[in-house]
């Protein structure tokens, strides 16, 4: 099994700065991609940004050029680096992590618990 423990939300006025982390835990042979989403109330959860293993990164328009997506390999965690945040970036934050646990397996998905980030003045 594994485990992802979310970090970082919390409230910020807009303009501000967050930074989300992920760090995945327990039986891992190697992660592949690694994303962030997001659910809104009311809202389908949507996806925000997402890394691969060799380090190419996708974005929602958005986010681009606000948020930024990197992640550390060796502590096996996943960063989210939001900047110029505007009210509507206000939801529970997800992240979601593609991970085989042997090499002989196929990749499972795991998301995180979800971290609240509010924009509000």
């Known amino acids: 099994q594994v485990q992802l423990v979310e970090s970082g939300g919390g409230l910020v006025r807009p303009g501000g700065s967050l930074r989300l982390s992920c760090a995945a835990s327990?039986?891992?042979?190697?992660?592949?991609?690694m994303g962030w989403y997001r659910q809104a109330p009311g809202k389908q959860r949507e996806l925000v940004a997402a890394?691969?293993?060799?380090?190419?990164?996708n974005y929602a328009d958005s986010v681009k050029g606000r948020f930024t997506i990197s992640r550390d390999n060796a502590k096996n965690t996943v960063y989210l680096q939001m900047n110029s945040l505007k009210f509507e970036d206000t939801a529970v934050y997800y992240c979601?992590?593609?991970?085989?646990?042997?090499?002989?397996?196929?990749?499972?998905?795991?998301w995180g618990q979800g971290t609240q980030v509010t924009v509000s003045s």
């Open positions: 327990g039986s891992i042979f190697r992660i592949y991609d």
């Open positions: 979601n992590v593609e991970v085989q646990a042997n090499w002989y397996v196929p990749t499972d998905d795991y």
């Open positions: 890394i691969g293993s060799g380090g190419s990164t």
